[in-house]
């Protein structure tokens, strides 16, 4: 009897294949059985090289890089703005002038270097001057910093630097909220509000409130139990001074949460308040106003609907508007259910409101992009609404009538970049509207308030960044691509481009074996909607190999997790590093991910806050491998942060034959332990109200209707026994947005299943790694290796930098 053996491509933990290999034959031989061994296509066995991944983390890929984005620090009133951008020269100052079109350092960085050298008798790098708080004093006409405590002014248009005094150690004041003319302070104490003039030398303190107290506070830290001192108010100033209004919540009725931070020297315990997805204890919200020549305060009529918000988390801008004057102040009210909303206008003198418009959106309104803009003291609005399933920018006149659409087509508006109320212009982000390209990159748009005159400003294909003059005239544009590096150019308000202003060099990246990034498209499962993603390799990538391939996820819906620009640092730059170890890393959107694209693909996984985005990411990963022979769809990774290390143990182990290994930090693996303000809104809450019989004042019997708020999400832990890879998890100590509780009932619901699996916790975290960073990056890198490429690193020793 003859067998035919076709040897392909297996491990052992030893790695001895010889020795394997004799065992079969010798068996075979003893068995009466002849072998034929037939020689497979093979792909050669991937050995980690964590050398390589500490080549290529965000901190050395910065040091061989320098900037990738270019901030413009317009001068106020001029076109006339000036900017940092490091390279591997070191750090320099530009100065441009729009009009002119002209750019040129700011200074000689020789000639600085030599002036402070003799100022302070030492030495100064020109390619590393630690100038300190440099700015552009606008009221003086001269850019100011300070070395050493000693402060100096430098007037550009004479190449003049003077050196001033040393700076007095001045008290921090962070307790202090100036109005905008410098005249008032506010602050709080023991929770409620007061204020003082600014230059008073007795410092006299004037209290404008008495009912504050813990949880019902004016202060930021309404928590607050033990400080008789100045704290940091909740108080907002309007641009003329004259009010103030603070946005005060009524938080006494609602549950607390706790962590400990076990790293103090005696471990302390952190109260806080937290509002739990149907849970009938909500918070309220209520808005004051101050008016400084009286000292009065009324409070607004905004009272509606139960348990609603005034502006709040998620509201661009927060969702309360203010103009030049202190008569009136815009609010966003919402419902609970976040699918109506208000616009209201508010009178701050009497306290008396109007409705200018409502709008209904179901199954919730997109906050995140909900934008409202006052042109002339309200004389007419700007509003951004998803009526059509794609955001568009509307105009009403001053009574709240709708009076023209002045964006239209099958695009999403995202940010109202700028207003020319003179030209009657429209600055603004749009996606999705040029033909071919990926619908998440940002163009930049013009159009007149009748619609009219609408024109494309970066033609460009590339992710595009807008930062405009007050005049109006000039606005400085970054460009990029993940796989294209930034390029910085000025241009006019009609787009036409009048210089180059700086360009990313990778030649010193590329001469360490740099690669850039790809970018891809696949179809999600439904066969017809393109999602994009980006793809790492390993700098000494070599297709006739085979690699694991690990899909790092985020599931939305407010953002998703590849990046849109140019980047070598933050997520980007760990999935880089990560692929180094010896695998194509991949970073992809899905259904239900991201509010730039229109309102059926961002709402997709409403009442689904577990499952939706998992068979996208599956079956992503599959049409990936069949157009790339190197993927090794036999070892698939996957690890998130956040709702990405939620969704990556929900992949685990709803797909327990497909995904492999999972790193899960920080996931909110039980969203009716997380907030409101993601699970209410992205899976849903049912309002159900009832009338009840209440005795009134008299003791009489009447009906009343009360509303209650209810919503169940389904767990991680509920999944727990469908375990069959490798899975860790992580959590912050003291993480106070998603509370450890979160994976603490994913281990032990684990446990309860009888599952193997491996859990880390950093002391003193938060939501992010922080001090952390670094060690999470190499356990990273360990993970994935030992569960699949077998490599087992003995070090214990990790190379931490400094």
């Known amino acids: 009897m003859q067998v035919l053996i076709c040897l392909g491509y297996f491990r052992s933990p030893t790695n001895n294949y010889s020795t394997i290999l004799m065992k079969i034959i010798n068996k075979a031989a003893g068995a009466g059985l002849i072998l034929a061994l037939m020689a497979p296509v093979m792909f050669a066995q991937q050995t980690a090289n964590f050398e390589l991944a500490e080549r290529f983390t965000a901190t050395n890929m910065q040091k061989m890089t320098g900037s990738t984005f270019l901030s413009a620090r317009w001068i106020e009133d001029e076109d006339r703005f000036w900017y940092e951008w490091q390279t591997t020269e070191g750090k320099h100052w530009v100065f441009v002038d729009a009009a002119r079109k002209t750019k040129r350092p700011l200074f000689d960085r020789q000639e600085m270097a030599a002036q402070l050298s003799e100022a302070f008798n030492r030495g100064f790098n020109a390619k590393d001057l630690d100038l300190k708080g440099f700015d552009y004093d606008t009221d003086r006409g001269f850019f100011t910093f300070h070395v050493d405590s000693v402060e100096f002014k430098y007037h550009i248009d004479r190449d003049l630097l003077e050196k001033g005094d040393s700076l007095e150690a001045k008290p921090r004041t962070p307790w202090a909220t100036y109005s905008p003319d410098s005249t008032y302070i506010a602050f709080a104490r023991k929770h409620d509000l007061y204020v003082m003039r600014a230059n008073d030398p007795d410092s006299t303190e004037i209290r404008l409130s008495e009912d504050g107290e813990r949880w019902y506070s004016f202060q930021q830290d309404h928590g607050d139990t033990t400080t008789t001192k100045r704290l940091r108010s909740r108080a907002t100033w309007f641009e003329d001074s004259r009010k103030l209004y603070v946005k005060r919540q009524d938080w006494r009725e609602v549950g607390e949460l706790w962590v ?111 934008q409202l803009a006052i042109i002339n003291e309200g004389e007419e609005y700007i509003w951004w609404s998803e009526r059509t399933g794609w955001g568009q920018l509307y105009r009403y006149d001053s009574q709240g009538n709708l009076r023209n659409r002045i964006t239209t087509g099958h695009y999403m508006v995202g940010d109202i970049a700028a207003i020319d109320t003179s030209a009657r212009t429209i600055y603004f982000e749009g996606l999705g509207r040029e033909e071919g390209r990926n619908p998440n990159y940002s163009h930049y748009y013009s159009v007149r308030f009748d619609g009219s005159r609408q024109q494309l400003l970066t033609p460009e294909d590339a992710n595009h960044s807008f930062s405009m003059s007050d005049s109006r005239r000039f606005f400085v544009n970054n460009y990029s691509r993940p796989d294209f590096p930034t390029r910085v150019v000025l241009r006019d308000r009609s787009g036409s481009k009048l210089m180059d ?48 391939i690990i899909s790092y996820v985020y599931p939305g819906p407010q953002v998703e997790p590849f990046p849109r620009s140019f980047s070598i640092g933050g997520t980007a730059a760990r999935a880089h590093s990560l692929a180094q170890v010896g695998f194509v890393v991949i970073a992809m959107g899905n259904r239900g991910g991201s509010p730039l694209r229109e309102k059926w693909y961002h709402n997709y996984g409403y009442g689904n806050l577990r499952d939706y985005p998992l068979e996208d990411n599956r079956y992503g990963i599959e049409q990936l491998a069949a157009t790339r022979p190197y993927i090794d769809l036999d070892k698939v990774g996957i690890y998130g942060h ?70 169940r999400i389904p767990s991680n832990a509920e999944l727990a ?51 952390y960073n670094a060690y999470f990056e190499r356990i990273l890198w360990d993970y994935f290796a030992e569960h699949l490429l077998g490599t087992y690193r003995t070090d214990v020793n990790y190379n931490i930098p400094d």
């Open 501 to 548: 202003l700086e360009a990313v060099d990778l030649t010193r990246l590329n001469e360490s074996g740099f690669t850039l990034p790809e970018n891809f498209s696949v179809k999600a499962k439904d066969g017809t909607t393109d999602l994009y993603g980006v793809m790492w390799k390993p700098a000494d990538f070599d297709p006739e190999k085979k690699y694991p």
């Open 721 to 771: 026994g469908n375990l069959q890879g490798r899975l860790l998890l992580i959590h912050g100590g003291i993480d106070n947005n998603v509370h450890p509780a979160n994976t603490y009932r994913m281990a032990d619901a684990l446990i309860k299943a009888g599952k193997r699996f491996d859990m880390m916790i950093f002391p003193e975290a938060r939501h992010g790694f922080g001090r």
């Open 260 to 370: 400990i931070n076990t790293i103090k020297q005696r471990p302390e315990l952190e109260t806080y308040k937290y509002n739990l997805p149907g849970e009938e204890k909500h918070y309220q919200d209520e808005i004051l106003v101050f008016d400084m020549e009286t000292k009065e305060h009324v409070r607004l009529d905004t009272d509606k609907w139960p348990d609603q918000s005034l502006g709040g988390t998620y509201f661009r801008g927060g969702g309360i508007f203010t103009t030049d004057k202190s008569d009136y102040l815009y609010i966003l009210r919402r419902t609970r259910t976040w699918d109506e909303i208000d616009v209201v206008k508010a009178n701050t003198s009497t306290g008396e409101t109007e409705v200018l418009w409502s709008e209904t959106s179901k199954p919730y309104f997109n906050t995140r992009y909900a």
């Open 642 to 711: 956040s709702g990405g290390g939620f969704m990556s143990t929900a992949a685990l182990l709803t797909y327990p034959e497909f995904y492999k290994v999972a790193v899960s930090s920080m996931g909110n693996h039980d969203n009716n332990v997380y907030n409101i303000f993601w699970s209410e809104v992205h899976h849903g809450v049912k309002a159900e109200t009832t009338k009840v019989k209440v005795k009134d004042e008299n003791g009489d019997e009447t009906e009343e209707e009360r509303t209650r708020f209810r919503s």
